[in-house]
């Protein structure tokens, strides 16, 4: 008989790629994970792992596991969400991991309304940016995340993986306000510039890399921070451009720069849960009300 919590091991090693990454996020020791593995190994009787330096690979059959392993949790998710409805589930507590645009944008609004529709229904967030959520969900430290599409997120058909799709937003172009193209900017006429944007591992600086390099250039990124008002900041004090996710910009104080809408990048957001788990009744409503809010965004 295999045992389900070596199989969410083997699944958090494929994540993270290494035995020590995968210790941390299940709170384990990495001798634990290694012995969990060990007899995960000796039950099917094949090799799972191979070491590739400091990293680890799935072998044939570890690849066979984990599609097999996302199907047991998942259904064992489903069994979970089923309980809690028999039970009536009118109470709880749910972790969110979600990016701090969108905590402004759409969780706190959704967390406003269910005080009202779902008293009972507490709600604990975490900012968790770039790839964190995902891995937070996945590693069962949340129970919802709220992320951006990515080069390389799971996409629609990952099977771990329940996606709810949000909301698109348009990113803007931010100059100095004496920039000599404040009233004509175009991503291709800034190609020359010095840019200002979020580190690499950011969503939002593969956004901006891409669209950048669909109009033929790669940008400068001199200054690089995740805090978008620290990169308004920037612009205003002359030291690059930037684009910016229009959401970011909403209610920010916006001295000394000029806002250029521009055709083409956008970030999609989306809610995601463990594949089984869409009919909990904590998740439900707390699903429902941010498609809602989500709904009445006008990004546009």
């Known amino acids: 008989m295999i045992d389900t919590r070596r199989l969410r091991t083997l699944r958090a090693v494929a994540d993270h790629g290494t035995v020590t990454a995968a210790a941390a996020a299940l709170h384990l020791t990495p001798s634990a994970v290694s012995q969990q593995l060990a007899a995960l190994e000796h039950e099917v009787g094949h090799r799972l792992l191979t070491r590739d330096g400091r990293g ?3 072998t044939a059959v570890g690849k066979i596991m984990v599609a097999h392993a996302n199907e047991v949790l998942a259904q064992l998710e489903r069994a979970e969400a089923e309980v ?3 039970t009536t589930g009118a109470a709880g507590e749910v972790t969110v991991a ?3 645009t969108a905590i402004s944008a759409v969780l706190s609004p959704a967390i406003a309304a269910l005080r009202h529709d779902a008293p009972g229904l507490r709600v604990r967030v975490h900012d968790a940016e770039g790839d964190h959520g995902l891995l937070m969900l996945l590693d069962e430290r949340a129970d919802l995340t709220i992320a951006v599409e990515y080069r390389g997120a799971p996409d629609a058909a990952d099977r771990r993986l329940s996606r709810h799709p949000l909301y698109a937003e348009p ?3 931010v100059l100095p306000r004496d920039h000599p193209l404040a009233g004509s900017a175009t991503l291709v006429s800034l190609a020359t510039e010095t840019w200002i944007g979020p580190h690499p591992g950011n969503p939002v600086h593969d956004v901006i890399t891409f669209a ?3 109009a033929g250039f790669t940008p400068d990124l001199v200054h690089c ?3 978008f008002r620290a990169v308004v900041a920037l612009v205003g004090a002359g030291a690059g451009v930037a684009l910016v996710p229009r959401l970011a910009l909403r209610d920010m104080a ?3 720069v000029v806002v250029r809408h521009t ?3 956008e970030r999609r957001v989306f809610a995601a849960v463990r594949r089984g788990s869409d009919a909990h009744p904590l998740l439900r409503p707390l699903l429902a009300a941010l498609r809602e809010v989500a709904g009445s965004l006008g990004t546009g």
Do not use: I, N, R
């Open 56 to 58: 680890v690979h799935l």
């Open 171 to 173: 990113f803007d172009l």
């Open 263 to 265: 055709p083409g990048p």
């Open 84 to 86: 809690a409805a028999y």
């Open 225 to 227: 921070s995740d805090d």
């Open 212 to 214: 950048c390099q669909q």
């Open 98 to 100: 979600c990016f701090a």
């Open 254 to 256: 916006l001295p000394g």
